[in-house]
């Protein structure tokens, strides 16, 4: 219960930090590179975290990867992903991010699985877990493969929607506030 709550804190921390970095990264950065180095780099970290996670044998070391791991995962999930399909296609963004999410509960609903198998099927436990964290690090090496693929076999896919800026979104969202304020108040 204390590691779900924590796994929510983590990413609620992580979203706040995506607002705040997202709008600094964005007037200095091409669209496109700018929410690249977010997926990106939480990839590339992530990967980087279960391969050093492999290797290490002290227990202080282990834990910390894991609530590093913990970050990652709420700054994949926390507001680059989400803003990402939002801007590319704003009429189907639930949609795909409803693809996206499938997917993320499939592999949630296997993990657990998958990770008895391979810790509980051989008498050392130890190897287990080594497979086990090798196999995520695959995974974010296939997820980055799939993103790098994307963006070079469909380059035209990946323009933000014409109607859109973060500024633009933030103000026109304030004024439906103010309107749905003001419309509360009238009788």
């Not at 099927?121 to 964290?133: C, L």
């Given at each position: 219960?204390?590691?779900?709550?924590?796994?929510?804190?983590?990413?609620?921390?992580?979203?706040?930090?995506?607002?705040?970095?997202?709008?600094?990264?964005?007037?200095?950065?091409?669209?496109?590179?700018?929410?690249?180095?977010?997926?990106?780099?939480?990839l590339?970290?992530?990967?980087?975290?279960?391969?050093?996670?492999?290797?290490?044998?002290?227990?202080?070391v282990?834990?910390?990867?894991q609530?590093?791991?913990?970050?990652?995962?709420?700054?994949?999930?926390?507001?680059?992903?989400?803003t990402?399909?939002?801007?590319?296609?704003?009429?189907?963004?639930?949609?795909?991010?409803?693809?996206?999410?499938?997917?993320?509960?499939?592999?949630?609903?296997?993990?657990?699985?998958?990770?008895?198998?391979?810790?509980?099927?051989?008498?050392?436990?130890?190897?287990?877990?080594?497979?086990?964290?090798?196999?995520?690090?695959?995974?974010?090496?296939?997820?980055?493969?799939?993103?790098?693929?994307?963006?070079?076999?469909?380059?035209?896919?990946?323009?933000?929607?014409?109607?859109?800026?973060?500024?633009?979104?933030?103000?026109?969202?304030?004024?439906?506030?103010?309107?749905?304020?003001?419309?509360?108040?009238?009788?």
């Amino acid at each position: 219960s204390s590691g779900i709550n924590a796994e929510y804190g983590v990413g609620a921390l992580t979203s706040v930090v995506f607002k705040w970095l997202l709008p600094l990264m964005d007037k200095r950065l091409h669209w496109v590179t700018c929410r690249s180095c977010f997926m990106y780099g939480v990839l590339i970290a992530r990967a980087v975290l279960y391969i050093v996670l492999v290797y290490t044998d002290h227990l202080y070391v282990t834990i910390t990867l894991q609530c590093l791991l913990m970050v990652t995962l709420g700054a994949t999930f926390g507001g680059s992903i989400i803003t990402t399909t939002y801007e590319l296609d704003p009429l189907n963004s639930a949609f795909i991010l409803g693809i996206y999410n499938s997917f993320g509960q499939v592999a949630a609903f296997c993990a657990p699985l998958l990770r008895v198998l391979l810790t509980s099927a051989t008498e050392d436990v130890i190897r287990g877990w080594h497979d086990f964290f090798s196999l995520n690090a695959m995974y974010c090496v296939v997820a980055i493969s799939a993103l790098s693929l994307n963006m070079l076999v469909k380059p035209g896919e990946w323009k933000k929607h014409a109607s859109l800026t973060i500024e633009e979104e933030s103000v026109k969202m304030s004024y439906v506030v103010e309107n749905q304020m003001a419309s509360d108040k009238d009788p």
